[in-house]
């Protein structure tokens, strides 16, 4: 069956370090990748597409890998700051023909402590 | 000012009785989503609707009901037969074109008193 997997554990880093999140994904062919940034009792707020024929992609302080063997995603912030503190939910779009319907994981939370 | 939104934020419900949860979107999208999100857990699909008249159950519709009679609104209705409908619901929008993102609204939560 198809699956996503995210960290269910939350992340803590300190103030300053490099934050990584990992999606990972099973019996999908995903189109494009996206992911969300979701805060407490708020709708997700999209940050970054990449497709599948692309490797990376950058956005200010966020960076997006993709790789489609080894079936993973993983998002970068730098520099991270106490107010990146949120869930991440990454977010798969694709094989199944029907144009923008999306499949999320279950998101993981990331603490940053100043 | 173009956005979606969602009304009520907060929405409490005696067991037997139907509610419904208004989603309005100003961004002319064709498409429209309900997700209901459980503590700690990710987006599940309910409904969806792609244009004004139809609409398509996703993963968990047991129990709920929409309509789209128009582009704008897409309401969706908890009905009694709704096992456990204490959740938070999200509304989204999107064009529908592949690669497009989708847009949220800020949410209703649902309490089963």
């Known amino acids: 069956s198809q699956k996503i997997e995210q960290n269910s554990e939350a992340l803590n880093i300190q103030e300053g370090k490099t934050a990584t999140l990992t999606c990972n994904y099973t019996n999908y062919s995903p189109a494009y990748l996206q992911w969300y940034r979701q805060d407490p009792g708020r709708g997700p707020v999209f940050l970054l597409l990449?497709?599948?024929?692309?490797k990376e992609k950058r956005k200010e302080r966020l960076k997006v890998t993709f790789d489609t063997t080894l079936k993973q995603s993983l998002f970068h912030i730098t520099a991270s700051q106490p107010a990146d503190s949120a869930t991440y939910l990454c977010a798969l779009e694709g094989d199944n023909n029907a144009g923008n319907m999306l499949t999320f994981g279950g998101g993981t939370r990331l603490m940053v402590k100043p | 000012d173009g956005g979606i939104t969602q009304s009520p934020k907060y929405l409490f419900r005696k067991e037997g009785q139907n509610v419904t949860l208004s989603c309005e979107q100003n961004l002319n999208h064709d498409a429209m989503y309900w997700y209901r999100q459980d503590p700690g857990q990710g987006l599940r699909l309910i409904y969806y609707?792609?244009?004004?008249?139809?609409?398509q159950k996703g993963d968990i519709a047991e129990g709920y009901s929409v309509s789209r009679e128009k582009k704008e609104s897409f309401p969706l209705t908890v009905t009694s037969a709704q096992k456990n409908p204490t959740a938070f619901y999200l509304c989204a929008s999107s064009t529908f074109l592949a690669g497009d993102t989708q847009y949220f609204g800020p949410g209703t939560r649902l309490t089963v008193l």
């Open positions: 990449i497709r599948e024929n692309e």
């Open positions: 609707s792609q244009i004004v008249n139809d609409f």
